[in-house]
Protein backbone atom coordinates (compact mmCIF):
# COMPACT_ATOMS: atom_id res chain seq x y z
CA UNK A 1 0.00 0.00 0.00
CA UNK A 2 2.64 2.50 0.79
CA UNK A 3 6.07 2.57 -0.79
CA UNK A 4 9.22 2.80 0.96
CA UNK A 5 10.30 5.51 -0.59
CA UNK A 6 7.67 8.28 0.31
CA UNK A 7 9.12 8.91 3.37
CA UNK A 8 11.25 7.41 6.52
CA UNK A 9 7.90 7.89 8.89
CA UNK A 10 5.60 5.81 6.07
CA UNK A 11 8.26 3.04 5.57
CA UNK A 12 7.62 2.76 9.29
CA UNK A 13 4.50 2.91 9.19
CA UNK A 14 4.13 -0.05 6.12
CA UNK A 15 5.30 -2.13 8.98
CA UNK A 16 2.44 -1.57 11.23
CA UNK A 17 -0.07 -2.10 8.29
CA UNK A 18 -3.10 -4.35 9.40
CA UNK A 19 -5.22 -3.91 6.51
CA UNK A 20 -8.79 -3.27 7.01
CA UNK A 21 -10.67 -2.99 3.30
CA UNK A 22 -14.06 -1.87 3.49
CA UNK A 23 -16.12 -0.89 0.57
CA UNK A 24 -17.91 1.87 0.15
CA UNK A 25 -21.35 2.03 -0.32
CA UNK A 26 -23.57 4.80 -1.65
CA UNK A 27 -25.98 6.31 0.86
CA UNK A 28 -28.90 6.07 -2.01
CA UNK A 29 -28.00 2.24 -2.69
CA UNK A 30 -27.48 1.44 1.29
CA UNK A 31 -30.48 1.76 2.46
CA UNK A 32 -32.30 -0.67 -0.28
CA UNK A 33 -29.22 -3.02 0.13
CA UNK A 34 -30.17 -3.37 3.87
CA UNK A 35 -32.47 -5.70 5.05
CA UNK A 36 -35.12 -3.74 7.19
CA UNK A 37 -34.34 -1.93 10.20
CA UNK A 38 -34.17 -3.91 12.96
CA UNK A 39 -35.37 -2.59 16.86
CA UNK A 40 -33.26 -3.17 19.44
CA UNK A 41 -34.86 -3.41 22.60
CA UNK A 42 -37.57 -0.41 22.33
CA UNK A 43 -35.13 1.70 20.32
CA UNK A 44 -35.75 2.15 16.34
CA UNK A 45 -32.27 2.28 14.38
CA UNK A 46 -33.88 4.35 11.79
CA UNK A 47 -31.86 7.06 12.74
CA UNK A 48 -28.54 6.29 12.51
CA UNK A 49 -26.52 6.99 9.38
CA UNK A 50 -26.86 3.53 6.23
CA UNK A 51 -23.52 3.90 5.58
CA UNK A 52 -22.76 2.26 9.37
CA UNK A 53 -23.11 -0.97 7.43
CA UNK A 54 -21.42 -2.74 10.69
CA UNK A 55 -23.66 -1.42 13.13
CA UNK A 56 -27.33 -1.91 10.69
CA UNK A 57 -26.69 -5.03 9.13
CA UNK A 58 -23.54 -6.94 10.69
CA UNK A 59 -23.95 -9.84 9.15
CA UNK A 60 -23.48 -8.02 5.72
CA UNK A 61 -20.26 -8.68 3.83
CA UNK A 62 -19.25 -5.25 4.35
CA UNK A 63 -19.31 -5.69 8.16
CA UNK A 64 -16.34 -8.45 8.18
CA UNK A 65 -13.28 -5.91 7.97
CA UNK A 66 -14.59 -4.36 10.63
CA UNK A 67 -14.75 -7.70 12.46
CA UNK A 68 -10.92 -8.52 11.98
CA UNK A 69 -10.20 -5.15 12.60
CA UNK A 70 -12.02 -5.83 16.43
CA UNK A 71 -10.34 -8.73 16.70
CA UNK A 72 -6.59 -7.11 16.34
CA UNK A 73 -7.63 -4.64 18.41
CA UNK A 74 -8.62 -6.80 21.02
CA UNK A 75 -5.10 -8.47 20.46
CA UNK A 76 -3.39 -5.69 21.59
CA UNK A 77 -5.45 -5.45 23.81
CA UNK A 78 -4.70 -8.21 25.90
CA UNK A 79 -0.99 -8.11 24.78
CA UNK A 80 0.34 -5.09 25.56
CA UNK A 81 -2.51 -3.61 26.70
CA UNK A 82 -4.26 -1.11 24.52
CA UNK A 83 -7.03 0.52 26.25
CA UNK A 84 -7.58 3.84 25.13
CA UNK A 85 -7.68 4.28 21.18
CA UNK A 86 -7.71 7.53 19.07
CA UNK A 87 -8.68 7.52 15.49
CA UNK A 88 -7.89 9.97 13.32
CA UNK A 89 -6.72 10.59 9.18
CA UNK A 90 -4.29 12.93 7.09
CA UNK A 91 -7.33 15.18 5.99
CA UNK A 92 -11.17 16.03 6.43
CA UNK A 93 -14.02 13.38 5.05
CA UNK A 94 -11.73 10.21 5.07
CA UNK A 95 -13.87 8.53 7.62
CA UNK A 96 -12.46 8.83 11.43
CA UNK A 97 -16.17 9.41 12.70
CA UNK A 98 -17.29 6.17 10.51
CA UNK A 99 -14.42 4.20 11.65
CA UNK A 100 -14.64 5.13 15.21
CA UNK A 101 -18.56 4.15 15.26
CA UNK A 102 -18.33 1.13 13.71
CA UNK A 103 -14.87 -0.25 15.91
CA UNK A 104 -17.01 0.97 19.09
CA UNK A 105 -19.99 -1.54 18.06
CA UNK A 106 -18.02 -4.67 16.89
CA UNK A 107 -15.67 -4.41 20.32
CA UNK A 108 -19.04 -3.83 22.78
CA UNK A 109 -21.13 -6.56 20.11
CA UNK A 110 -18.47 -9.37 19.78
CA UNK A 111 -16.02 -8.65 22.47
CA UNK A 112 -18.49 -8.26 25.44
CA UNK A 113 -16.28 -5.62 25.84
CA UNK A 114 -17.35 -2.30 27.61
CA UNK A 115 -16.45 0.21 25.20
CA UNK A 116 -16.73 4.29 25.42
CA UNK A 117 -16.63 5.80 22.74
CA UNK A 118 -15.68 9.68 22.96
CA UNK A 119 -15.93 12.47 20.70
CA UNK A 120 -13.00 14.71 21.02
CA UNK A 121 -13.43 15.98 17.36
CA UNK A 122 -14.57 19.44 19.05
CA UNK A 123 -14.77 21.47 15.63
CA UNK A 124 -17.04 19.61 13.77
CA UNK A 125 -18.82 17.05 15.56
CA UNK A 126 -20.96 14.62 13.94
CA UNK A 127 -21.57 11.54 15.99
CA UNK A 128 -24.78 12.58 17.30
CA UNK A 129 -26.33 12.96 13.64
CA UNK A 130 -24.72 9.91 12.64
CA UNK A 131 -26.68 7.66 15.37
CA UNK A 132 -29.68 9.89 15.67
CA UNK A 133 -28.87 11.46 19.45
CA UNK A 134 -31.39 14.21 19.36
CA UNK A 135 -29.96 16.43 22.45
CA UNK A 136 -26.36 16.25 23.14
CA UNK A 137 -26.14 18.00 25.85
CA UNK A 138 -22.89 19.14 27.67
CA UNK A 139 -20.53 16.49 26.55
CA UNK A 140 -16.62 16.32 26.43
CA UNK A 141 -16.30 20.40 25.99
CA UNK A 142 -19.13 20.78 29.10
CA UNK A 143 -17.27 18.34 31.15
CA UNK A 144 -13.75 20.31 30.19
CA UNK A 145 -14.87 23.64 31.15
CA UNK A 146 -16.98 23.46 33.60
CA UNK A 147 -14.90 20.76 36.11
CA UNK A 148 -17.97 20.73 38.31
CA UNK A 149 -19.86 18.62 35.93
CA UNK A 150 -19.01 15.07 36.39
CA UNK A 151 -17.77 12.11 34.23
CA UNK A 152 -20.70 10.92 34.74
CA UNK A 153 -23.36 13.57 33.80
CA UNK A 154 -22.16 13.39 30.43
CA UNK A 155 -22.40 10.12 29.32
CA UNK A 156 -25.04 8.32 28.03
CA UNK A 157 -25.71 4.99 26.94
CA UNK A 158 -26.31 4.12 23.44
CA UNK A 159 -29.08 1.01 23.79
CA UNK A 160 -29.13 -0.41 20.75
CA UNK A 161 -25.31 -0.91 20.04
CA UNK A 162 -24.66 -1.18 24.03
CA UNK A 163 -21.83 1.42 24.44
CA UNK A 164 -21.72 4.59 26.39
CA UNK A 165 -20.93 7.75 24.22
CA UNK A 166 -19.62 10.93 25.54
CA UNK A 167 -20.33 13.47 22.65
CA UNK A 168 -18.57 16.66 22.08
CA UNK A 169 -21.05 18.93 22.63
CA UNK A 170 -21.39 22.33 21.68
CA UNK A 171 -18.79 22.71 18.91
CA UNK A 172 -15.83 25.43 19.73
CA UNK A 173 -13.61 27.95 17.95
CA UNK A 174 -10.39 26.94 19.32
CA UNK A 175 -10.51 23.43 20.24
CA UNK A 176 -6.75 22.84 20.85
CA UNK A 177 -7.15 25.27 23.94
CA UNK A 178 -9.80 23.27 25.64
CA UNK A 179 -8.19 20.03 24.68
CA UNK A 180 -4.38 20.84 26.50
CA UNK A 181 -6.27 21.60 29.80
CA UNK A 182 -5.35 19.27 32.22
CA UNK A 183 -9.01 18.17 33.03
CA UNK A 184 -9.49 17.07 29.41
CA UNK A 185 -6.56 14.33 30.85
CA UNK A 186 -8.07 13.56 34.07
CA UNK A 187 -11.66 12.95 32.11
CA UNK A 188 -9.80 9.97 30.11
CA UNK A 189 -7.81 8.67 32.75
CA UNK A 190 -11.12 8.55 34.86
CA UNK A 191 -12.98 6.43 31.70
CA UNK A 192 -9.61 3.95 32.02
CA UNK A 193 -11.10 2.67 35.37
CA UNK A 194 -15.03 2.11 33.90
CA UNK A 195 -14.01 0.75 30.48
CA UNK A 196 -12.25 -2.08 28.83
CA UNK A 197 -11.71 0.43 25.61
CA UNK A 198 -12.20 4.02 25.17
CA UNK A 199 -11.91 4.74 21.13
CA UNK A 200 -11.44 8.26 20.86
CA UNK A 201 -12.79 10.36 17.47
CA UNK A 202 -10.29 13.17 16.50
CA UNK A 203 -10.15 15.93 14.32
CA UNK A 204 -7.68 15.29 11.12
CA UNK A 205 -4.18 15.42 11.66
CA UNK A 206 -3.00 17.72 9.53
CA UNK A 207 -4.81 21.06 9.51
CA UNK A 208 -4.87 21.10 13.19
CA UNK A 209 -2.94 20.44 16.45
CA UNK A 210 -5.66 19.12 18.45
CA UNK A 211 -4.17 15.31 17.96
CA UNK A 212 -0.74 16.19 19.56
CA UNK A 213 -2.34 17.19 22.72
CA UNK A 214 -4.75 14.12 22.23
CA UNK A 215 -2.23 12.04 21.60
CA UNK A 216 -0.41 12.18 24.89
CA UNK A 217 -3.50 10.66 26.56
CA UNK A 218 -4.17 7.61 24.39
CA UNK A 219 -2.33 4.40 24.25
CA UNK A 220 -2.40 4.01 20.43
CA UNK A 221 -3.44 5.67 17.25
CA UNK A 222 -5.38 4.07 13.93
CA UNK A 223 -4.65 6.49 10.82
CA UNK A 224 -7.66 5.98 8.57
CA UNK A 225 -6.57 6.69 5.13
CA UNK A 226 -9.47 7.25 2.20
CA UNK A 227 -8.81 4.58 -0.87
CA UNK A 228 -8.01 6.57 -4.11
CA UNK A 229 -8.44 9.79 -2.12
CA UNK A 230 -5.90 10.67 0.49
CA UNK A 231 -2.60 11.61 -1.25
CA UNK A 232 0.57 9.43 -0.85
CA UNK A 233 2.50 13.04 0.54
CA UNK A 234 -0.20 14.04 2.81
CA UNK A 235 -0.40 10.47 4.31
CA UNK A 236 3.74 10.70 5.07
CA UNK A 237 3.13 14.17 6.10
CA UNK A 238 0.74 13.15 8.28
CA UNK A 239 2.59 10.10 10.07
CA UNK A 240 5.57 12.34 10.55
CA UNK A 241 3.59 14.53 12.44
CA UNK A 242 1.93 11.68 15.01
CA UNK A 243 4.38 10.13 17.84
CA UNK A 244 5.69 6.89 16.34
CA UNK A 245 5.41 4.14 19.15
CA UNK A 246 1.56 5.35 19.55
CA UNK A 247 0.96 4.18 15.71
CA UNK A 248 -1.04 0.85 16.16
CA UNK A 249 -2.27 0.37 12.50
CA UNK A 250 -3.78 2.31 9.18
CA UNK A 251 -7.00 1.45 8.15
CA UNK A 252 -7.60 1.55 3.98
CA UNK A 253 -11.44 2.97 4.05
CA UNK A 254 -13.86 3.50 0.70
CA UNK A 255 -12.07 0.73 -0.76
CA UNK A 256 -14.03 0.02 -4.10
CA UNK A 257 -11.87 -2.83 -5.05
CA UNK A 258 -12.02 -4.95 -1.65
CA UNK A 259 -12.90 -7.89 -3.31
CA UNK A 260 -9.93 -8.42 -5.63
CA UNK A 261 -8.02 -7.16 -1.72
CA UNK A 262 -9.81 -9.86 -0.71
CA UNK A 263 -8.55 -12.52 -2.99
CA UNK A 264 -4.86 -11.77 -2.11
CA UNK A 265 -3.23 -12.55 1.16
CA UNK A 266 -2.04 -10.05 2.96
CA UNK A 267 0.13 -9.38 6.58
CA UNK A 268 0.01 -7.41 9.54
CA UNK A 269 2.24 -6.54 11.97
CA UNK A 270 1.13 -5.88 15.57
CA UNK A 271 3.21 -4.68 18.98
CA UNK A 272 3.85 -8.17 21.19
CA UNK A 273 4.00 -7.47 24.88
CA UNK A 274 7.60 -6.23 24.47
CA UNK A 275 6.87 -3.57 22.06
CA UNK A 276 8.90 -5.44 19.22
CA UNK A 277 6.83 -6.00 15.98
CA UNK A 278 5.07 -8.97 15.87
CA UNK A 279 4.34 -10.51 12.38
CA UNK A 280 0.55 -12.34 11.76
CA UNK A 281 -0.71 -13.39 8.80
CA UNK A 282 -4.39 -13.33 7.00
CA UNK A 283 -5.74 -14.30 3.64
CA UNK A 284 -9.02 -14.72 2.09
N1 LIG B 1 -16.81 3.17 4.10
C1 LIG B 1 -17.56 4.16 3.66
N2 LIG B 1 -18.35 3.98 2.59
C2 LIG B 1 -19.11 4.98 2.12
N3 LIG B 1 -19.14 6.22 2.62
C3 LIG B 1 -18.37 6.46 3.68
C4 LIG B 1 -17.54 5.45 4.28
N4 LIG B 1 -16.88 6.00 5.32
C5 LIG B 1 -17.29 7.28 5.39
N5 LIG B 1 -18.17 7.57 4.42
C6 LIG B 1 -18.80 8.87 4.11
O1 LIG B 1 -17.74 9.82 4.01
C7 LIG B 1 -18.11 11.02 4.64
C8 LIG B 1 -17.10 11.35 5.73
O2 LIG B 1 -17.17 10.32 6.71
P1 LIG B 1 -16.76 10.62 8.21
O3 LIG B 1 -17.58 11.72 8.78
O4 LIG B 1 -16.74 9.34 8.94
O5 LIG B 1 -15.27 11.15 7.97
P2 LIG B 1 -14.35 12.01 8.93
O6 LIG B 1 -12.96 11.67 8.54
O7 LIG B 1 -14.74 11.79 10.34
O8 LIG B 1 -14.72 13.48 8.49
P3 LIG B 1 -14.30 14.84 9.25
O9 LIG B 1 -12.85 15.08 8.93
O10 LIG B 1 -15.20 15.86 8.63
O11 LIG B 1 -14.55 14.64 10.70
C9 LIG B 1 -19.52 10.84 5.17
O12 LIG B 1 -20.41 11.39 4.22
C10 LIG B 1 -19.69 9.35 5.26
O13 LIG B 1 -21.03 9.00 5.00
MG1 LIG C 1 -15.24 13.16 11.86
Known sequence: MYTRSSSACASEAQNRVMGIFFKARKKADASSEVAPLPEVGSKSLAGVAPHLVPLLSPTAFEAEPYRVLGHLIAQLHTEPGLQVLGISSPSMGDGKT????????????????????????????????????????????????????????????????????????????????????????????????????????????????????????????????????????????????????????????????QALRYSHAYYYYARSANGLPKRGRSSR
Open 98 to 257: STAINLAGILAQEHAARVLLLEAELRRPLIAEYLGITHPGAGLAGAILEPTLSFDSVVRHYQPFNFDVVLAGRALASPYDVLKLPRFGALLQEARQHYDYVVVDTPPLLPFADCRVIERWIDGLLVVVAAHQTPRKLLAEALDSTDPTKLVGLVLNKDDH
